[in-house]
């Protein structure tokens, strides 16, 4: 609905219900009625309801408030509802509706639970949802006088409805217009100020309580609602006000709002229900059939309130019903300290009586259906974690902290201590630090495992007015945390302290009460003070050493620990699971723990463990390597589980786990009851008979009985399963039945059986009747265990019994054969098995009667006996017969038993010839003739006594012969088939001449029955060849060559007609033939003519040509078995002399003046090089030697007689050059040149290379190298390099003399030579020498001393000069005198050529190191005044800093990336500027003040200070004084109705001394006049004569009202103002800052991309492609192989100068003329550098006095050529064109390519000075091809003009008057020219790679630089997106419509953006500075974002000045510090 104010005519809208009877119109109805008009508005409501002007009624409020004609003008508001009644306190008939509005979107109630509450560190914030709901019960209940009850009712009953949830209190309850405040979303009790009936109204902080358990925490207006629809869909609020009559019941539902929405309807607008108390009328949803209930318990209530959340989530259902004991140990929790008092839940203190800290309760209920309901009063909760840190602490250290004025932090820090191996720190479930306590899956996890105290949890818990903040935490104070080194007390000590933060309302924390906003910021200051209460008492001491000392004491006082005696030794547990805590243990007997001493054996129990243990102590272990008694905090023991019959098992488990309590009558007795509770034996009954004795024997299939067991213990007790749950749960028993055959092969079970216990029937097993098998049986009963089949239980058997019994045979029924063993044989005898068997297949016995009986066909069978044993035998068969062959024949043999079932058997066999009886051998006859030399053979048949050929293994037969000597033995094996051929090798006697007999003998030797057979042999002699024999043939004459003779020969010659001859047996000769010629084979040839052999001659002999190598020859003759050889050895002899050889026994290298160590052997040979051995002693005489050179003074020849050589001795040359010498041996006409390597001498000298003229000094710069390197060499005295290696260098020189590389050892190499680099030189100016002396054979070698002249470095930095008037005076905010800078180098001259963009102006605040500040301003030169002051650099127009202070200023010089110079510091004073303003040294709130009779409601100012200032606020006019005139002015312009001040007054002076004023008090006069409600400004105007300027006064805003009441609201109200207002300017500060940075930074963005497009472009002309991505690491790529390409080429071979230039010791030395410029072509350079020779040498200068300086330092042999000398106009114009070119034609055809030679020179630097040099020096001469083309050109040329000198690339030269030829004109070759020539120039090539490169390094910056910008950009893009900016905006945006609002209510002039109030919210000691560094600004948006706290601090007062205040009307003259 629409307002119903209308306009002037203020006109209101009410409604009104008629419940005056019990029976009345349930509808409403509306009225107009004037604002302030009472009469005509009971008219109204008469007229309306057609009431009598007589009859009585009274017209209320719904809160029962009655309406008169005094009060009707401040209650009656538009749209309010009224009801008539008969009296005030008549009951209400039937319910009536109240309208009620509140505005935001119903999404801002239904969702903000959802976003306010959220989960931490895995906590569901369910809970806290639920304490917001508590927070307002508390605070309702907090003027109760008796119980203060809360109850939190959880339905989830679904028979009385859906879940929901009620709050309800017994309260001072809400009236329908408190409800109303209840529903506006963020109205908080500080904002209910328009209310009178507010349920904060007339707000009062309350007074300090302990631990601000002040109740006072519903604050914010959101909580409830937030809560309710965190948890529900709807929320009913139900309350009764006491001594009221009516309750009112309001519903908000997030259904109604959505029906509200779609039905376009005022959302925040609805009805409150009031009715009479237990009124359940119009509740009709079934789903809300509880509330029935719930609204019938209202009857007799004084007061209270009821919040009914429904609709509430299933998630939370089901969390509220399974996690019940988590939460309420959460609530109790949170409001530990309301339920328990300041002093907490301590377990041990006395009963407390009612009181303030004890009389709430709150208690929970939960209603299941079907269940009965859980009750729990919070105070009952033992095991909250406040509880738990109190009750496990053993001491407190208190202490207490002030904030800001007001704020008061009360803290408690609690020690819980160490206790006999384990940390009493209490665990917190929710806190994710520590493992699960307890696996009841594994058993072998049988303890806890400890942590170490606190572990990673936080020390503090934060409390505000009493109630836990749960997501704020404070970690740690800096003076409580761990020490940086080893304190007191160990570092675990501080792991034992819990603490509690206690904060009143001073402190800032979130609307959903989780978080703290600014506490941990406030605290951790590093000005905030902490005291220790002691008693109550505050303490001021140093909290850090207090809390040491208590720490310490606690340590000593409350750890306990166990004392590990009787050291056993170390050992590895291999049953840790992690190798790294299995060694090393300490072993140990005993503990002392607790005042008690346990040893080994001893009888203990445990605690805490999954099960209880019992036990015997065997070991204590501790970790580590210790040795002795040792103390520590725990351990480890090892127990043997008793009673140890009933548990085989040890464990190991923590010392901490033992029962200290514990006594061993306890344990034994225990293991006495254990042990008679288990089973003991067994009870065997047979109910069918069959019964089974033990040891009884019986047939097989013997029929054993049906058995009944029972199981009984010690007691004789029946039992089915083990004893009680200690044993590890009651187990089952079952009854195993085993029928075990023991046999041979071992036990094998036959039949198993299990039988449990039926309940009603004991075990039993069925009769067996299928044991058959023989043999000895155990019939086991034994009892097993169900789950696990085991027959022992904890390492003891269960009970058994045992039967045993045998099995034996019946009576024979059949048999079969046995195994026979084969082979079987004619005449070997055999056993024939037999096994005879019963029924079963068992084996049986025959009797006497039955005969076995054999037969077989073809054989003959008999045996001799049978055995009649066990294994019934026939031994002795014997069979004989005829078998086919040794392999033998098969027959079928038929055993036959009479009498039996089954009587016949028959068996196959397979029968072998017998054994060898007989040899049979052919031929027959008994004599055999052979020839001599050829074998015999025989044909052998072995047979058996039957006649049977037979075989077997090793059958060997011999045959022997007899009658000659070396006669063969003959042999062969019959053991395969029984015959073979029995041969061999040839029979052969020696020198038989006739027939000759021999005896041969055959047998067989393994077979001695067998007889031998004899045979005669006749040998005949044979015809085959016998004999070999070597003849040498000498004409006619042939000489023998017997066998192994030695035959002397000529070496080199050869042996030729050689013969053999060849003999048989009796020496007949044999004729050769070509077949036996075949047979002939020689050693010494590889071919031989088989002619030859058959005539009888052997091939040539070759001797050897040395006499030390002999020829073995040998002829062979093979004829199969025959082998004749015969063999001769030829040694060779010297032939005649033809050599002379020298050998030299030693090394060849003799050094100069030396003889040589080494002797030279001489030898005489022939022609092979074989030693001549017939010379004598005279040959010596025929030796000569010769060399040039040679010095024969010493020269010895000596004759060796044993070697036949001559000795030479005594060698020696003359000096001379190092070299290759010959000699020269000379005997008769032979000769032999041997060489010598003659080196230098030791050395002697030390010579340095490439340095010539040492007698003049080197010049060199300061910090530079020397012209070249430094290298020695070693010399021997005749000057010749000696290679003498590890020769020890050293540089003597001065110690103010510093060379880099500072290396001062250095050695010769292998040449002798050292080198040492070139050096560079850092010395002071002057001449200094440098010496370099080598160490050789303990004598010291020196070189000549180098002169070294130390220039100045005129290019190197050492100084700035810094140049301003240092009289200016610097006023904040003006500008800087100028500033002059000058770089001044090492010679002290200015620096030039310098950029500007390497110098900086540095400005700081302080006068300290800008090393150490982050908030230095830097600013760059500006340009120089003009180019005459060149090496001058400015600094103009810079300002002044606009705060007054002490600053730095410092210049700075970038000499390279790496290395700054920096100028002394300049410290200036800043003082304040001009008088502008009138300001206060504190920002005043806004007055609010009445004109009643209170003088604290009529102050407008109290203790006001007022300060001129400059309009940079620094404080000034110490020099003012005169005085303040304070005067009150309209807001509006109008004068009427101002008020006046005390004394009727409408101005008050007030004096002015030294710039400041106080003012202690400015008072309105009582019953002043002035418009109620109104805005006036008071203006404070400074009235000072000496100032001629005007000051603008100071105005302040303040709010007139005439009414107290209206100003104590305005009052509220305009605070809140104020505080929006400095929140305000902070958020702009804070958005205005980030945006400022994000615009810079974009703008940087676009400056990075431009400058990479850019060089990109730049790289594209250069060819150079980039791709779109890995950009960075390409160019990385390119750059190093460009670099690289570009090393390359400079390491080419090029042409160089080799003259020295001159040091540049000043910026006017130019240098050499040689090196000014480069020429490329070498033609051309040789030439120029040659006609230019005269001023190669010549040192160029800018100045005369550089060339002066020059001439002085060398005395003058250096030519200089200063360029300020030139008379420049006689130069020539380097763009002239040549003589034969005029007006730009050709006067002739020139030939040769002619060109001015200066157009060949290229200048490396100095182009211009160059120019001009070689203008001067080279003039106009022109370079042709050849002396043809000059001649040619000048003849031409001298025609029509001047022809300058002509030059050649061949060398040549035409002077300028026509002259040339003569060696003056004409160039020598280039290495004649010593390196006197111009350089050439690196190739094009280089300077394109250059530019790349340096494109590339530019282009690689710019990218680095635009990522990196891009990221920054991202970041603070990002930053301003951030959810939390997002949620400053909001609230920025809110307190700007919340500022709107207020000031409109207050009626004042709003706060526009750029409005330049007074009330601004900077403080004065802010620097204004509009454009801050970007650094600056990145902290303060850092900081801004960091921090919640957004108001600027009160201000600190800079200056500090007594002055006295004198006020004639409203104070008095005072003192006051400021």
């Known amino acids: 609905m629409a307002a119903g104010r209308d306009g002037a005519s203020n006109i209101l809208t009410v409604f009104v219900y008629d419940r005056r009877q019990d029976v009345s119109d349930d509808s409403e109805k509306s009225l107009n009625c004037h604002e302030e008009n009472y009469e005509g508005f009971r008219s109204a409501v008469c007229q309306a309801f057609g009431i009598s002007s007589d009859e009585v009624f009274v017209i209320t409020t719904t809160s029962r408030k009655q309406i008169t004609s005094e009060n009707f003008g401040g209650i009656v508001q538009d749209r309010m509802t009224f009801y008539l009644l008969q009296s005030v306190d008549q009951s209400l008939p039937s319910a009536t509706r109240e309208r009620i509005d509140f505005l935001p979107h119903y999404d801002t109630l239904v969702k903000s639970g959802i976003y306010e509450y959220y989960a931490s560190e895995g906590q569901n914030p369910l809970p806290f949802a639920l304490a917001e709901l508590i927070d307002n019960s508390l605070s309702a209940t907090s003027q109760n006088a008796g119980i203060r009850s809360i109850q939190l009712k959880l339905f989830f009953d679904d028979a009385q409805g859906k879940p929901a949830v009620a709050v309800i209190d017994n309260g001072r309850g809400m009236t329908s217009k408190q409800l109303n405040n209840w529903a506006v979303y963020r109205l908080s009790k500080f904002t209910r100020h328009g209310d009178t009936e507010s349920d904060h109204s007339g707000y009062v902080r309350p007074a300090s309580v302990p631990r601000s358990l002040n109740s006072d925490i519903s604050y914010f207006g959101v909580g409830g609602k937030q809560a309710a629809f965190f948890v529900g869909q709807s929320a009913r609020m139900i309350s009764k006000p006491a001594d009221a009559q009516d309750v009112h019941e309001l519903v908000l539902s997030k259904e109604d709002f959505e029906n509200k929405e779609r039905n376009k309807e005022a959302i925040y607008s609805g009805y409150i229900r009031n009715r009479k108390p237990s009124d359940s009328s119009h509740i009709v949803n079934d789903d809300e059939r509880f509330l029935h209930n719930l609204i019938m318990e209202e009857k007799n209530k004084e007061s209270f309130t009821a919040v009914i959340i429904t609709g509430v989530q299933p998630d939370h259902v089901q969390y509220l019903r399974n996690s019940f004991y988590h939460w309420t140990r959460q609530l109790a929790h949170i409001y530990h300290y309301y339920i328990h008092g300041p002093k907490g839940n301590e377990n041990n203190s006395p009963v407390k009586e009612l009181g303030a800290f004890n009389s709430i309760d709150i208690e929970i209920s939960m209603f299941e259906k079907g269940k009965v309901p859980k009750i729990l009063n919070l105070r009952g909760v033992k095991d909250d974690m406040q509880t738990l840190y109190i009750n496990t602490a053993a001491d407190s250290f208190e202490f207490k902290a002030q904030v800001e004025g007001e704020g008061v932090v009360e803290g408690i820090i609690r020690y819980h201590p160490f206790l006999y191996d384990k940390e009493t720190y209490p665990e917190d479930p929710c806190f994710p630090s520590r493992l699960k306590e307890e696996d009841d899956d594994n058993e072998d996890d049988c303890f806890l495992i400890e942590k170490g105290g606190r572990g990673k949890r936080p020390i503090f818990e934060c409390f505000w007015n009493g109630r836990l903040i749960p997501y704020t935490t404070v970690e740690v104070f800096e003076w409580c945390g761990f020490p940086k080194k080893r304190g007191l007390v160990p570092f675990e000590c501080y792991n034992r302290i819990s603490g509690v933060l206690f904060t009143n309302d001073k402190f800032q924390v979130s609307t959903n009460k989780l978080t703290f906003t600014d506490l941990e910021l406030k605290l951790k200051d590093k000005d905030r003070l902490f005291t220790r209460v002691v008693n109550g008492q505050e303490q001021r001491m140093k909290i850090d050493r207090e809390f040491s000392l208590w720490l310490k004491d606690c340590h000593e006082k409350y750890d306990k620990q166990i004392k590990f005696t009787l050291f056993k030794g170390i050992i590895t547990r291999t049953d840790q699971p992690s190798k790294r805590m299995q060694s090393p243990w300490a072993t140990y007997s005993a503990i002392e723990w607790d005042g008690k001493t346990y040893k080994t054996g001893q009888l203990i129990k445990t605690i805490k463990t999954v099960r209880i243990f019992h036990g015997s102590i065997l070991n204590f272990f501790l970790y580590g390597d210790h040795d002795g008694d040792v103390y520590a905090t725990g351990g480890e023991v090892q127990i043997a589980l008793e009673p140890q019959a009933l548990y085989d098992e040890k464990k190991v488990i ?20 254990e042990m008679a509770k288990l089973p003991d034996k067994l009870s065997v009954t047979w109910p069918e008979g069959d019964e089974l004795s033990s040891n009884e024997t019986r047939h097989a299939g013997t029929t054993i009985g049906a058995l009944r067991i029972e199981i009984l213990n010690k007691k004789g007790e029946a039992m089915q399963k083990l004893p009680g749950a200690s044993h590890g749960g009651s187990k089952k028993l079952l009854v195993e039945l085993k029928v075990i055959l023991h046999s041979s092969d071992g036990d094998k079970e036959i039949i198993s059986h299990i039988s449990q216990h039926g309940g009603k029937w004991p075990y039993w097993f069925k009769k067996m009747e299928t044991i058959n098998k023989l043999g000895s049986y155990t019939l086991k009963l034994q009892v097993v265990l169900n789950e696990s089949n085991a027959d022992t239980y904890a390492g003891r058997p269960l009970p058994s019994k045992i039967f045993k019994f045998n099995i034996i045979a019946g009576k024979p029924q059949k048999f079969s054969i046995g195994l026979l063993d084969p082979p079987f044989r004619v005449g070997i005898p055999f ?68 009498g039996l079932k089954e009587e016949s058997q028959v068996l196959k066999i397979k029968l072998l010839p017998g054994p060898p009886r007989q040899l049979k051998v052919r031929p027959d006859s008994s004599i055999l003739k052979i020839e001599n030399g050829t074998p015999v053979s025989f044909h052998i048949e072995v047979l058996d006594e039957v006649g049977n050929i037979t075989a077997q293994p090793k059958l060997n037969v011999h045959c022997k012969f007899s009658g000659a000597p070396e006669l063969p033995v003959y042999a062969v094996d019959c053991s395969s088939g029984g015959l073979n051929i029995l041969t061999g090798s040839v029979l052969h006697v020696k020198n038989i001449k006739k027939d000759q007999t021999l005896k041969a003998k055959i047998e067989i030797p393994s077979c001695k029955d067998v007889p031998p057979v004899e045979k005669t042999i006749k040998l005949l002699p044979s015809n085959r060849v016998a004999k070999l024999q070597i003849f040498s043939m000498e004409g006619e004459k042939a000489t023998q060559i017997k066998h192994q003779d030695e035959i002397s020969w000529v070496a080199g010659d050869v042996m030729q007609n050689l013969m ?172 032999h040149f041997l060489k010598l390597n003659m080196i230098a001498g030791p050395p002697a000298k030390l010579i340095l290379m490439d340095w010539t003229d040492l007698e003049e000094s080197v010049s060199v710069i300061n910090g530079k190298e020397l012209p070249k390197s430094l290298i020695v060499q070693l010399c021997d005295q005749w000057d010749n390099p000696s290679p003498e290696p590890n020769v020890k260098i050293t540089l003597v020189k001065s110690s103010i003399i510093k060379i880099t590389p500072s290396n001062q050892l250095y050695k010769t190499d292998e040449n002798g030579r050292a080198n040492l680099g070139v050096l560079n030189i850092h010395a002071p100016r002057g001449e200094h020498m440098l ?127 790496m290395n700054i110079l920096s100028s002394e510091q300049i410290i200036v004073e800043v003082e304040p500027n001009e008088p502008a303003q009138l300001m206060p040294a504190s920002l005043p709130d806004t007055p609010v003040v009445s004109n009643d009779d209170s003088v604290a409601s009529r102050t407008l100012v109290k203790d006001l200070s007022l300060i001129i200032m400059d309009k940079y606020k620094n404080y000034t006019g110490n020099d003012l004084d005169g005085k303040i005139i304070a005067k009150i002015k309209s807001s509006t312009g109008k004068d009427a109705d101002i008020p006046l001040f005390q004394g009727k007054t409408s101005t008050v002076e007030f004096p002015f001394h030294k710039g400041i004023v106080e003012i202690e008090a400015l008072v309105l006069a009582e019953n002043s006049p002035g418009r ?97 991505i890995n950009v960075l690491q390409y160019v990385d790529s390119l750059l190093k192989q460009k670099i690289s390409e570009q090393e390359e080429i400079k390491k080419q071979p090029r042409r160089t100068c080799a003259i020295t230039n001159y040091p540049k010791g000043s910026q006017d030395v130019l240098g050499k003329v040689a090196h000014l410029a480069q020429i490329e072509e070498n033609e051309a350079a040789k030439v120029i550098s040659w006609h230019l020779a005269s001023d190669m040498d010549c040192v160029v200068t800018r100045t005369t006095a550089a ?244 108001v600027s601090s009160p201000v600190t007062k800079r200056q500090q000045q007594t002055t006295t205040v004198t006020s004639e009307v409203n104070g008095s003259s005072r003192r006051k510090k400021t």
């Not at 901490?656 to 009851?673: F, G, H, P, Q, T």
Request: contains cysteine.
């Open 1572 to 1668: 109620d409600s109104t805005e006036y400004i008071l203006v404070f105007e400074p009235v000072i004569p000496t100032l001629k300027k005007y000051l603008e006064p100071y105005c302040l805003q303040f709010m007139f009202y005439n009414d107290f009441k209206r100003q104590q609201e305005m009052l509220t109200l305009t605070k809140q103002r104020d505080n929006l207002a400095h929140s305000i300017d902070a958020y702009r500060k804070l958005f205005d800052t980030a945006n400022q940075l994000l615009a810079e930074i974009k703008c940087q963005a676009q400056e990075a991309e431009t400058k990479e497009a850019h060089l990109k472009a730049e790289l594209k002309k250069k060819q150079i492609e980039l791709p779109q």
């Open 654 to 673: 923590p010392i901490c786990k033992l029962d200290r309590s514990v006594s061993d009558k306890a344990v034994k007795k225990y293991i006495e009851e």
């Open 831 to 898: 056993s024939i098995p037999l096994s005879v068997q019963d029924e079963f297949g068992h084996d049986a016995c025959l009797t006497d009667d039955i005969v076995p009986q054999l037969e077989a066909s073809g054989l003959t069978l008999k045996y001799e006996e049978t055995d009649r044993g066990p294994n019934y035998v026939i031994k002795g068969v014997l069979a004989k017969g005829i078998v086919n062959n040794y392999q033998g024949k098969n027959f079928n043999l038929k055993v036959t038993l009479p």
């Open 1747 to 1990: 060339a002066r300086r020059i001439f002085d330092e060398t005395q003058g042999r250096q030519q200089v050529l200063p360029l300020e000398s030139i008379f420049k106009k006689n130069l020539p114009d380097w763009n002239r064109t040549l003589p034969h070119i005029r007006n730009g034609r050709n006067c002739f055809d020139p030939l040769g390519n002619p060109m001015f030679a200066r157009d060949l020179l290229t200048f490396p630097e100095h182009q211009e000075s160059c120019q001009t040099v070689f203008g001067l020096i080279l003039g106009d001469t022109i370079i042709v091809d050849n002396l043809d083309a000059a001649n040619h050109y000048r003849n031409e040329v001298v025609k029509i003009a001047y022809c300058p000198t002509l030059l050649t690339r061949d060398g040549d030269r035409i002077r300028s008057n026509g002259k040339f030829g003569g060696l003056q004109n004409k160039a020598p070759p280039m290495d004649k020219l010593r390196g006197m020539v111009f350089g050439a120039p690196l190739p094009e090539h280089y300077y394109s790679l250059s530019k790349q490169i340096e494109l590339l390094q530019q282009y690689h910056t710019a990218i680095a630089r635009l990522n990196k910008v891009r990221a920054e950009l991202e970041i603070q893009e990002q930053s301003l997106n951030t959810p939390e900016m997002g949620k400053k905006k909001k609230e920025f945006a809110e307190k700007e419509r919340n500022l709107k609002s207020i000031e409109e209510k207050i009626g004042m002039t709003p706060t526009g953006r750029s409005s330049k109030s007074p009330l601004r919210s900077e403080v004065l000691d802010v620097n204004d500075s509009p454009s801050p560094p970007k650094r600056m600004r990145r902290e303060i948006v850092k900081k801004l974002h960091s921090s919640e706290e957004l």
């Open 1331 to 1457: 010496q370099l002396k080598a160490t050789y054979s303990k004598t010291i070698l020196e070189c000549p001393v180098i002169k070294l002249n130390v220039l100045p470095d005129p290019d190197k930095p050492v100084f700035l000069n810094v140049k301003y008037d240092k009289k200016a005076a610097f006023a904040a905010g003006s500008t800087f005198p100028e500033f002059m800078i000058s770089i001044i180098s090492e010679d002290g001259n200015i620096i030039k050529n310098i950029n500007p963009g390497r110098i900086s102006m540095k400005i700081w605040e302080g006068d300290s190191s800008e090393t150490r500040l982050s908030n230095v301003t830097t600013c760059g030169c500006t340009k120089t005044k003009d180019d005459k002051d060149d090496g001058f650099f400015y600094f103009r127009d810079r300002m002044v800093p606009e705060q007054v202070g002490i600053y730095s200023i410092q210049f700075a010089f970038a000499i390279d990336k």
């Open 1060 to 1231: 053999f001859q060849m003999y048989d047996e009796i020496e007949r000769e044999i004729i050769i033939t070509p077949a036996l010629a075949e047979k002939i084979k020689v050693n010494w040839t590889p071919k031989i003519s088989k002619e030859q052999l058959v005539k009888g001659s052997l091939p040539d002999v070759k001797v050897p040509t040395s006499v030390n190598d002999e020829r073995f020859c040998q002829i062979i003759f093979i004829d199969d078995d025959i082998r004749l050889e015969s063999a001769f050895t030829v040694r060779p002899l010297p032939d005649e002399a033809k050599h002379i050889k020298c050998k030299l026994k030693g090394s060849n290298v003799l050094q100069m003046g030396e003889k040589l160590q080494a002797e030279i052997e001489v030898m005489i040979t022939d022609q092979h090089g074989n030693q001549i051995q017939n010379l004598g002693p005279s040959s010596v005489n025929s030796l000569g030697i010769s060399a040039n050179g040679l010095d024969k003074t010493d020269l010895k020849i000596i004759w060796q007689e044993d070697t036949q050589t001559f000795r030479v001795k005594g060698i020696r040359f003359k000096p001379g050059h190092p070299g290759i010498k010959e000699l020269c041996f000379n005997w008769h006409e032979f000769a």
